[in-house]
């Protein structure tokens, strides 16, 4: 008699509650990406926490020599160092808006999206509702686009809650 294997199902996409912060600092994310504006100002929401946590995506994004518009439907990255034995993690900042306020493009989400899935392959990301805050896009499409642009990455969309 054989006998059966229990089979085990990793996702590719997930959908939690948190800081995503947080969750780095755990060590379970290889990448994290949130949403910029192409004007370098990384004031509120979730950008000003990157800025503030991780200063080196900030910097990233401050050296980028790109004029403002080339740097629509891309995105700029650090690795940050996160503990003593020398882990990191990739910080992305994702084009996704020319300026900053309620400016969120979905072309350049699914165009920054795909360059990272292409890049990135396997590994995973953790992201916030990209776009959905101050940006002002609307969550169920922005779903749609990460399914879709991430489908070889494992993403772990994380819903803010402190």
Known sequence: MVEEIEKIVIPRYREVVGNLIAYVWKGEPDIIGHGANCMKLMGVGIAAQIRRHFPEAYQV?????????????????????????????????????????????????????????????????????IGCGIGGGDWLIVQDIIKEELSDMFVTIVHFKN
């Not at 994004?61 to 629509?72: G, N, P």
């Not at 439907?73 to 940050?80: C, I, M, N």
């Open 61 to 129: 994004d401050q050296d980028d020599s790109r004029i403002y518009y080339e740097r629509l439907g891309d995105f700029s990255h650090a690795d940050v160092k996160i503990d003593e034995e020398g882990n990191t993690v990739k910080i992305l900042n994702i084009y996704s808006q020319l300026k900053p306020g309620a400016n969120f493009d979905p072309t350049a989400l699914r165009l920054s999206l795909s360059k990272i899935n292409g890049l990135f392959s396997n590994k995973s990301i953790y992201l916030p509702l």
